[in-house]
Structure formats: C-alpha cells, structure tokens
C-alpha cells in the first residue's frame, strides 16, 4: 500500500472537520493508505487509516461483542468513512449499494481475516453513516441488521422496539432462519433514518455496453431491433435482495438501454393509433424473449428489472410485465394497473377506447394487455387464457 501525499491528507481532514468529524476518529495522515477497488466497472478510490482495525472478539458473547464495538467506535474509521460517502455521491449509490461497497471495503482492509471483527466494523460504519442497525449473534457468527421501512422478501427480519431490522449478513440465503439469534443490547443510533434498498434511478458507475440483435412478429410480420443494454445494471441485479413486485416494474430503463430502444420503437409506433401502439409493445415482449419459469431457470424465484430481460436467455411474466410497464410509460404515458393473480402477473392499460376485456379501478377503465402471451400474438384487450374465472388485486398503479 502507498501512503497518500499529505497534500491529499490535509484535504481529507480539512473536509471531514467541515463534516463535524471529531479529531480522535481521524488518525494521523501520515498513516493514510490508498488502494484502488474494482467496483462493478467502476474503479473506485478508497482511503482508510489502518489503525481502525480491530482484533477478533473471540468467543460471542454481549460482553464481548460490545466491547469490540466500542473498541471500534474509538479507532480512526471516519477516514474509511469519508471515501465511502464520498463514492456514495460520486456514484449515486442507494444504500444497499453503499453497503456492498462498505463491505467490499472492509474486506480488503482486514485481508479476509477475522469476519466477526469485519462484521463489528460494518456495523460501526453504519451507524456513523445516520442508519439505526443492530447486531445480533448466534453460536461464533456475527450478523448486522438494519432498519428499513421497505418491503423485503426471503430476507431474515427482525422486530425489535416496534422497528423491523433486515439481516444484511444473510442475504445469500446462508443462514438457517430457524435457529434462534441473540440480538445485542447496544443500540447506538435508534433514531435513525431507514435503509433504502429500491433502485429509484441506476448509479453513475462505468458502462458496459452489450449489443444484442433481436426479433419479434408484430401481426405475423417479422420485425428486428439491435438492442444495446448495460451488463452493468445486470451485474449489479444478480445477487440483489427480493424487493416488493411492483418496485422492480418502478425500476428505470438504463441510460444505455434508453438510448438504444426507445428511439427504434418510437419509430414504428409513430405512425399508429392508440391500440396498434400498445398491440406492437405487447407483440414485442411476448416474441422477443423466450420464456422459462425462475425455478427451471434459476432454481430459484429471480425477479427481473427491464434491463435483466436482455441479459438473460430466458423470463418470465414478472419480467415481461417490468418491461412492458417501462415502455407504456417511457413511450405512450398511458396509465397502467399492474394486475396480479395468484400465480401471474400482468398489466392493464388505461383506456376508454381500446375494445376488449376490462376493469373499473377507481373511476379509470384498464384493458387487459398481457405481455407473456400468447406468444406470437398481437391481441389485446384478452384476460390472459386460463384466467378468466380467477380473482385477482391490484398491486400498483401509473398515473
């Protein structure tokens, strides 16, 4: 590792005192190593003082654990700090995003050593980064928790003060939720603020742009896009936590994927009427993908944002209905109910002239347009066959 110039030092202290950063938790300068991590595409620059490592905290205890925090809490991780949320700003990282990188970070700094103290020290950023986590233990495994206010799924969660903490150290589905977990007395911040985990807008990290030639029949007639999609955005979604179903369909289109799609479709709807529009969109995500069930594809339930669809061989109508739902509202603004039975999801589109089976939910008609299938067809206005006579709710709307 390089030691820092000091001029870069005394940046980083001169901003952290403008932070309100206390003195004790900045170290000496002089100490400041610098290490560039491969983020996504995104090489990030990261500053930390080595003194903010901690020793394990051997056997679990609340003892034990507890004084390795506040043995944390005094060492100079407000450096380590600093480089995080700055890259947070940087980079327009939510805060599942910010906590990988923490994370990410954590590792390097202890080489892989000694995760309890890893865990106590993420933990530690946390807190000081204005989120209320807590920590909890079982058997010689340390987990960190956080508060949020957001729906998850086939995550571990805990109540605790009336407040729902989500297991951020089992997220890969390595922890056997039927044991009973310990949780810490220490609750350093428990005013504070939530933890976010939906995707709002992507991050500003680097592009890595895929093109991908694509085919679909609108009526019969074959039609043909070159897509460019972001690998990026799929990479970022393939260990992603199950957020609510209709957060994946409030997911935007890339940047990348914006520029590449939307103007090849704009070019064939232009020209035609409100109903052609929405049957050559529906045409589109029902023949342009092939479609396999998450548990034959994944082993495992996957739901897709958009982007996923093009970097994947295979989706299915969670995902078709994700896409269709960015189209509609990128290309037509139409307003859209998102309809989900007990084992389909799909979408209406609002519309007092398209004929074909309808709702009323709340004073605006939707028409059902399925983007699963059929498969070559370019009807709409069709509850999806075999659904005719199930009960369904409304999970969403647009506009």
């Known amino acids: 590792m390089k030691n820092i110039t000091s001029t870069f030092a005394i940046a980083v202290v001169s901003l952290l005192f403008l932070m309100g950063t206390s003195a004790p938790h900045l170290g000496d300068p002089a100490n400041y190593h610098r290490f560039e991590l491969p983020f996504y595409a995104q090489p990030i620059d990261i500053v930390y003082d080595p003194g903010m490592v901690i020793p394990d905290p051997g056997p679990l205890t609340h003892v034990s654990i507890t004084q390795s ?10 450096v380590l700090l600093n480089s995080l949320l700055a890259a947070k700003q940087r980079y327009q990282l939510n805060d599942f995003l910010f906590y990988k990188l923490a994370k990410t970070c954590v590792q390097v700094v202890y080489g892989d050593q000694t995760p309890n103290a890893q865990e106590i020290t993420v933990f530690s950023l946390l807190i000081d980064a204005g989120f209320d986590a807590r920590l909890t233990y079982r058997g010689n495994r340390i987990f960190v928790n956080v508060y949020t206010s957001e729906d998850l799924f086939e995550v571990p969660i805990i109540d605790s003060g009336g407040r729902p903490y989500a297991n951020l150290s089992c997220l890969q589905g390595d922890c056997d939720g039927r044991q009973r977990l310990f949780i810490l007395d220490e609750r350093p911040n428990p005013g504070g603020r939530s933890f976010g985990f939906q995707l709002r807008s992507w991050p500003a990290l680097g592009v890595q742009p895929i093109v991908k030639p694509m085919q679909f029949n609108y009526h019969g007639v074959p039609k043909k896009l070159n897509v460019t999609f972001d690998r990026t955005m799929v990479d970022i979604m393939r260990n992603y936590p199950f957020i609510h179903e209709y957060a994946y369909l409030e997911t935007p289109l890339s940047a990348t ?5 939307l103007p090849q479709l704009k070019k064939y709807l232009d020209p035609l009427n409100e109903a052609e529009r929405i049957e050559f969109l529906v045409s589109f995500t029902r023949s342009a993908f092939n479609y396999k069930e998450d548990n034959e594809n994944f082993g495992h339930s996957k739901p897709m944002v958009p ?29 859209m109910a998102v309809v989900a039975y007990s084992d389909h999801l799909t979408i209406a589109v609002g519309s007092d002239q398209i004929k074909g089976d309808s709702f009323i ?10 983007p699963t299938g059929p498969k070559d067809s370019s009807r709409i206005g069709q509850i999806p066959p075999g659904y005719e006579n199930k009960n369904f709710h409304i999970i969403g709307t647009y506009k």
């Not at 939910?361 to 399925?370: E, L, M, S």
């Open 361 to 370: 939910h709340k004073g605006q008609r939707y028409v059902f347009c399925d």
């Open 307 to 335: 982007e996923e669809l093009f970097g994947y061989n295979f989706s299915d109508c969670e995902d078709r209905s994700a896409l269709f739902f960015a189209l509609v509202r990128d290309l037509l603004n139409m307003p």
């Open 257 to 261: 994927l914006q520029e590449s799609l």
């Open 69 to 78: 925090y506040r043995t944390q809490s005094a060492k100079p991780s407000r």
